[in-house]
């Protein structure tokens, strides 16, 4: 059977909402009961590398298909009195971060973080370099919005310390922007690129989505080919996740005609014969690259994670996130800020920490994260590894995920080694691996609502 035909039997079958797992167990899970105290809690006197993360909410406007937790505004004074607050909550945490550990890894997210001026990205530049030292090696990555872009902002970016770069092009056909209030020329798309790479950034990833209205799979193939025009070396194909009810703006793509299953199967199908045909491979979920990223070649190693940000070769720092919405990570567990601008302004000026939920992991979720873990980004699971380290305990989650793996066997997602309690992901299987994944997920529970978006 042709391949792009035997994909879509299995995306009818397969399809079902199910985690992105950036963590493992999923935000969906974390509590507000948990004591601020233990979520703070972090191993002494190591010598780890820090991961930072800062969030800026602001967006000019709001595309109707955001997920994101963002506040909408045109007043370049919010974004002071943010930069304000941020600085407060790291002056606040300076008292939970320990002397000698440099940082491997920063990325700044939104919102649109070239919503910062010129002037307030130098700001927020002296605001982290005064308080944390970087490796020379670090990898710095900035979400930017080419529309709101000037060569001046990706300048004072890069003297941030910013050397990689994603930003969106999501479609780019005029009738579609319309429908989701999204406007970007193709123009502005090559200027973004041509500044970026102008200024030295190692890596551009641009983000395209399919399942938004008005779309068809000849639209769709015009903006894939205005993607590979561009040349980023990663692309990042999202499906649109239709989440109304925690997202209601998204009511408003329901007005202006959804496409159904088939037609969304049939774009995604043509996008993904497109990008591989130009030489990109498929990473899994949703991520493509050039053979030559490091992203690639760390799968190769079976060195690849994945983190909030994504796919990932560095691994398991503690990441510290601040700003709103911002969620944390250390070997203990996961942390995540207040979501609104008012709550987030309260608890700073009250003198708190601004941290809002979490989740403390146990034995058996560092095993089951490790186990999602390696099967989303390494593609295998290594039965003798996990039983020298989890001993009983990894041959019983193993027991317990075998009835549900058997069939995708069958189905030709994957190889099962009973004796050894081990498996590889098939080529075939890459497309499937959250459904593969989410056997080992202790968590799932059935659901009135679909919490997540759907795996394919
Ligand atoms: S630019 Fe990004 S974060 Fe801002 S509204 Fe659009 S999708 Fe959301």
Redo the contacts with the bound molecule.
């Keep these: 059977m042709e391949f792009a035909s035997l994909i879509a039997d299995l995306v009818r079958k397969y399809q079902k909402p199910g985690p992105r797992y950036t963590s493992y167990p999923s935000a969906l899970h974390f509590d507000e009961s948990v004591a601020i105290r233990d979520l703070l809690h972090h191993t002494e006197n190591t010598r780890d590398p820090y991961s930072l993360y800062f969030h800026i909410p602001f967006?000019e406007r709001?595309?109707w298909f955001?997920g994101?937790h963002?506040i909408i505004t045109r007043s370049p004074a919010k974004a002071d009195y943010y930069l304000d607050l941020l600085e407060r909550e790291l002056d606040l945490f300076l008292d939970h971060m320990q002397q000698g550990r440099e940082t491997i890894q920063m990325h700044i997210g939104?919102?649109?973080p070239n919503f910062l001026s010129v002037e307030q990205i130098q700001r927020l530049a002296d605001i982290i370099h005064h308080r944390f030292a970087f490796s020379e090696v670090s990898e710095n990555s900035v979400e930017l919005?080419p529309v709101r872009l000037s060569e001046p902002q990706v300048y004072a970016l890069r003297d941030l310390g910013m050397n990689r770069a994603s930003f969106?092009v999501q479609d780019c056909n005029p009738e579609v922007q319309e429908a989701v209030n999204?406007i970007q020329s193709v123009d502005t798309n090559r200027q973004a690129m041509a500044w970026l790479r102008q200024a030295g950034f190692k890596s551009v990833n641009i983000d395209l989505m399919y399942g938004l209205p008005k779309q068809s799979v000849a639209s769709f193939g015009a903006t894939i080919d205005h993607a590979l025009d561009l040349n980023p070396d990663r692309i990042a194909l999202f499906g649109y996740a239709h989440v109304p009810w925690m997202k209601p703006a998204q009511k408003e793509l329901e007005k202006r005609g959804l496409p159904d299953g088939q037609e969304r199967l049939e774009i995604f199908l043509f996008a993904l014969q497109k990008l591989m045909d130009a030489g990109y491979r498929y990473i899994g979920m949703d991520h493509f690259a050039k053979p030559e990223d490091e992203l690639c070649r760390a799968q190769d190693r079976g060195e690849l994670y994945r983190n909030f940000q994504g796919y990932s070769t560095r691994a398991g720092h503690e990441i510290l996130a601040f700003g709103i919405s911002s969620i944390s990570q250390s070997s203990s567990g996961f942390r995540q800020n207040v979501k609104t601008l008012r709550e987030y302004e309260t608890r700073l000026n009250a003198g708190q920490l601004p941290i809002d939920r979490g989740v403390c992991l146990t034995d058996e979720d560092h095993m089951r994260a490790s186990i999602i873990q390696q099967v989303m980004c390494n593609l295998k699971l290594d039965g003798p590894h996990f039983r020298q380290s989890y001993g009983d305990r990894f041959t019983t989650a193993f027991s317990q995920a075998l009835p549900q793996l058997i069939p995708m066997q069958e189905d030709g997602l994957l190889d099962i080694s009973i004796d050894t309690q081990s498996l590889a992901v098939s080529d075939l299987g890459r497309f499937f691996i959250r459904n593969i994944a989410m056997t080992f997920d202790a968590y799932l529970r059935p659901q009135e609502k679909p919490a997540y978006s759907k795996t394919v």
């Design positions: 967006c709001l595309c955001c994101c963002t939104g919102g649109t919005a969106g999204r």
